[in-house]
């Protein structure tokens, strides 16, 4: 088996449990510059994570603002399309798994000296980001930790 085929395989399996996901594929942004946004999101509550996205200063965080609105409309969805029709509590969603692959990059030539022509690789970004939905518990621990972070920041 592939390991693309056992990335597709692990990714249905964790939609059944409940977990939503967003998938951007060709983003025309390099994967480097791609990745040091999404760095600063990875593990973080969604609404977190928007709010470093909207005031980043990188363009990058405009498309992967894009995918991680589609991954909680996603997850939205699904949990009305279940059971009770019952929606889902959007403070309880972080991000799980946020990764940034390189896609197909566009060969194009630039004109150099002597009639030369010299190679440019324009590079393409696949962007998946994975959400889940946190326990009461794990909320409550969480937002303890960060209050006690925070208070011993302002001494």
């Given at each position: ?7 597709r ?21 390099s994967?480097y ?44 969805f ?5 059971k ?72």
């Open positions: 088996m592939s390991e693309r085929s056992r990335i395989a692990a990714r249905h399996a964790a939609e059944k449990k409940g977990v939503s996901s967003a998938i951007q594929r060709t983003a025309r942004q994967p510059k791609m990745r040091l946004v999404i760095d600063q999101i990875r593990g973080k509550d969604v609404n977190e994570a928007l709010g470093l996205l909207k005031f980043s200063k990188k363009h990058a965080a405009v498309q992967i603002a894009k995918v991680l609105n589609s991954a909680v409309a996603n997850a939205e699904k949990s009305r399309e279940g009770g029709n019952e929606s889902i509590d959007v403070d309880t969603l972080y991000i799980k798994h946020a990764i940034v692959n390189e896609g197909p990059a566009l060969r194009r030539f630039m004109p150099a000296a002597q009639g030369r022509a010299t190679p440019i690789r324009k590079r393409t970004s696949h962007v998946e980001i994975i959400l889940d939905a946190r326990e009461v518990k794990e909320l409550r621990a969480a937002r303890s930790a960060s209050a006690t972070s925070s208070s011993r920041s302002k001494k």
